[in-house]
């Protein structure tokens, strides 16, 4: 059995899924894009030994800051995964917000292996998103991962302008279920989140992140590492930093429900944060009625 546990950033996600598998007898498969790194931890909301409870998690810590890792290569190690748990006899939960890595290890994407090893520092978000549009392709230009990944494809490689092949078509059978709330609410628990990581100190972790991977395009383009690259160059107040993690993070999960809503099928469940365990049996109900 295969369950995947989807939804916006803040929401939930990571407890659900450590529930799931405690109550199948599951491992876990991270399908975020920042966890698979092993420097970044506090910014990226990673599961703590703590509280994974001794469930086995894969692709979390798999490489460097100083490595390129894509979307290919995380559609080649996750469904290896999946063939090697699959041949156990194990069950298995998917976590993760990353709309394209759930989609590219879910559906019949085919993607063709990319290069990432371009120096995009001098160029703006605006100056990419202008060249891709005049291309024919349109990225969000708030979404500086995907426009550099679609610059090196599309401009720097000279490929044609076509988007990935497939996506329509799921080749596991997997049950998605995702977690939501109101918007008013998902803000408070996101604005909550980023104070909480300034408390664990996410400041000091970026400072010495930034001094050991000065030229890491992953710390340049994270959410909750690039905005204090002004700050550290004494151009702007810690007060700005915050309010624009803050403000990214949900224009992030912004994001994330469209994707999710137009590229998935997901079962969507309202998350009831004052009796968790009220959301778990309903989301367990629902998927002991698929299994049926």
Known sequence: MIIAVVGPTGVGKTKMSIELAKKYNAEIINADSTQIYKEINIGTAKVTEEESEGIKHHLIDICSLNDTYTVYDYQIDARRVIEELKKEGKNIVIVGGSGLYLSALLYDYKFNKESNVYDFDSL?????????????????????????????????????????????????????????????????????????????????????????????????????????????????????VLIKIKQHCRQYAKRQYTWLNHKMDVKWFDVNFDDFNFTINEVTKFIGEQIK
Not at 132 to 157: F, T
Not at 204 to 231: D, G, M, W
């Open 124 to 240: 703006s978000d605006e100056e990419m998103h202008i060249t891709l549009k005049n291309l024919g392709v349109d990225i969000d230009k708030n979404n500086r991962q995907r426009l550099i990944r679609g610059y090196a494809k599309y401009v720097n490689n000279s490929e044609p302008i076509t988007p990935e092949v497939g996506g329509t078509n799921l080749i596991y059978d997997a049950i998605i279920v995702g977690l939501t709330t109101e918007r008013e609410t998902l803000h408070k628990k996101i604005n909550a989140r980023g104070d909480q990581q300034i408390e664990q100190g996410l400041i000091q972790e970026v400072r010495y992140l930034f001094e050991k991977h000065p030229n890491s395009k992953e710390l340049k383009t994270a959410i909750c590492y690039k905005e204090f690259i002004p700050y550290l160059n004494d151009e702007i107040y810690l007060e700005d």
